[in-house]
């Protein structure tokens, strides 16, 4: 299950990264770097973290024309993160040219619908569906131009994993352990709703991050992910 939980280091440096990754020890498998600490610290933050030996998802959502996205993809690929995502609206000619680009060692994960959004939200960008259709929809793109998995809320989970087969992996951020704040995450479940519902991995951040003791946090997080997948 380490290798299913990934930990966002949505930190403002590499300083606090590293500390993060310290204390945190190996009670994680994979650790996202998402905008904030890559705009912060720039490629060499991915390249530290590789090199010491440790998994990265590099989520920079990429989402442009398909040359300029296959261009990114490229240099960012370089870096050796093992997976990388794209916005799945960008359409199915960027995420063929993202896949194309990243080559067979690093999957490309396509981001369906923020977690951040409800169905309004959705709405008033000028989508008539709700966030399940859309997500949907979009997955079914990403499937078909050869991305390896595709990142959307808990709550479409169990639907996409029926139709996308077992091989597809599911990502949900904006999992959070019961009792705690959602923050500004919208469509939310706990570790064990995600498992239960098909998820291949599940992020968790300022849960884990911004607890007093994040190695036991993160522990705590795994053991209910083990306890659902042995229910389910």
Known sequence: MRERLIVALDVPDARMARQTVQRLGESAGIYKIGLQLFTAEGPDVVREMVSSGRRVFLDLKLHDIPNTVARAVKSVAELGPSMITVHASGGPAVLRAAVEA??????????????????????????????????????????????????????????????????????????????????DQERTATPAEAISSGASHIVVGRPITQSPDPAAAAEAVIAEMVSAFFRA
């Open 102 to 183: 990243a080559g067979p060692r690093v999957a490309v994960w396509a981001v369906t619908v923020l977690t951040s959004f409800s169905d309004d939200d959705l709405r008033q960008t000028g989508v008539s569906d709700d966030c399940a259709g859309q997500v949907v929809r979009l997955a079914s793109l990403a499937q078909a131009a050869g991305c390896k998995g595709v990142v959307c809320s808990p709550r479409e989970t169990a639907q996409l994993r029926r139709s996308m087969g077992g091989d597809f992996a599911i990502v949900n951020p904006g999992v959070r352990p019961a009792g705690t704040d959602k923050n």
